[in-house]
């Protein structure tokens, strides 16, 4: 008997003594099942979920899991000069199923890149939850991405903030049925003039500074694999300044943790501050990455932006002599510093992880 043979035969033995000894308890089991999907599908208000989101959804009674979707074939994608099917792919959903406290939501929402900031916006005003935005294509026309959502609470609280998402990207389309292919904002000149030493006041820190650039990196302690890693290992904020001191642009990254997070998504966004990007760039440590990008302010106006931004985050070393300049209060210039009421406070605990410049 040949080795194929020989697994085939034993294969099927044991098939038949697992249907023999399984067979009573997946009678009862499947009981049990249609009782609690029957139970779940009662808690979820489903049509609720329907007339709030616009869509029709289907439940997946395995699951316990009701989802709504819709494709985005309002506007023609361009893969590698192929034109793509929204079933490849460009399908907007948001899934609801049941908690002992109401229901939890995730979702996954298809934009283009004029439509990433209102939709996180309403979002983030909406009491989700924002946790991921990325590209999942090269050479697309137009570029699209994809904002990961979720959130807990009411199904009608819930259902309401993803119906909000969807009105956002849609008015954007209304007012243009084509995604926009730039900030519209005044061309920057070739050559960049940042005068560094305001900046160095502003962050309390000497800035990196080439062919008129300038740059500032804050590293942040942690650890990954059991081994200590931070600044040049990749751990960092940063932000880049380029243009004049009258017309500049700065982009950069935050390095956020999971809980830190949504405060700074809320605070780029309220100072008008273009989120590219949100994902991680390690495994097995505890740190998110939110990208940024910023136009269409002056420079000192930007530059007290990316200041406050740094402090809020709750993730920053207080430059005690900066504020104390800049006529703030109240900083000891120890523990993780905030702006409240105008004023920095610093706060000690001993989970503080705080930046290190």
Request: proline letters at 3%; one cysteine or more.
């Amino acid at each position: 008997m040949g080795v194929g043979a020989g697994l085939g035969s034993c294969l099927r033995r044991c098939a038949r003594l697992n249907n023999h000894i399984m067979k009573p308890f997946f009678i009862s089991g499947t009981i049990l099942l249609g009782i609690v999907s029957s139970t779940v599908a009662a808690e979820l208000d489903t049509a609720r979920v329907d007339q709030i989101t616009g869509l029709k959804g289907k439940m997946n009674e395995k699951e316990h899991v009701y989802k709504v979707t819709f494709p985005r074939d309002d506007v023609k994608v361009v893969v590698d000069g192929w034109t793509m099917p929204p079933f490849m792919g460009l399908g907007t959903w948001a899934a609801f199923t049941s908690r002992k406290d109401g229901a939890m939501v995730m979702g996954d929402t298809v934009l283009f890149e004029d439509e990433v900031n209102a939709a996180m916006s309403a979002a983030l005003d909406n009491g989700l939850n924002v946790t991921a935005l990325h590209n999942h294509f090269f050479f697309d026309h137009p570029k699209v991405y994809f904002m990961h959502i979720e959130g807990e609470g009411p199904v009608d609280k819930l259902a309401t903030g993803i119906r909000k998402v969807y009105d956002a990207a849609k008015q954007i389309r209304a007012a243009n049925s084509q995604p926009k292919d730039s900030f519209g904002a005044a061309r920057l000149p070739e050559k960049s003039s940042i005068t560094a030493a305001p900046l160095n006041e502003i962050f309390g820190a000497q800035g990196e500074s080439k062919d008129g650039l300038v740059k500032f990196t804050f590293g942040r302690p942690a650890t990954m694999h059991g081994t200590k890693i931070g600044k040049d290992m990749g751990v960092n904020t940063w932000a880049a300044f380029a243009g004049g001191d009258d017309d500049a642009v700065v982009d950069g990254d935050f390095a956020v943790t999971e809980d830190e997070l949504q405060p700074v998504l809320k605070a780029l966004l309220k100072e008008k501050i273009n989120i590219v990007a949100i994902h991680q760039h390690m495994t097995h440590e505890e740190l998110s990455k939110a990208g940024l990008w910023l136009v269409d302010c002056s420079a000192s106006a930007r530059l007290r932006k990316i200041e406050y931004l740094i402090i809020e985050s709750g993730s920053s070393r207080c430059p005690r002599d900066c504020f104390r300049r800049r006529g703030y209060s109240h900083c000891t210039g120890r523990g993780t510093a905030q702006i409240k009421n105008d004023r920095c406070v610093t706060r000690r605990r001993r989970s503080d992880r705080s930046f290190r410049v």
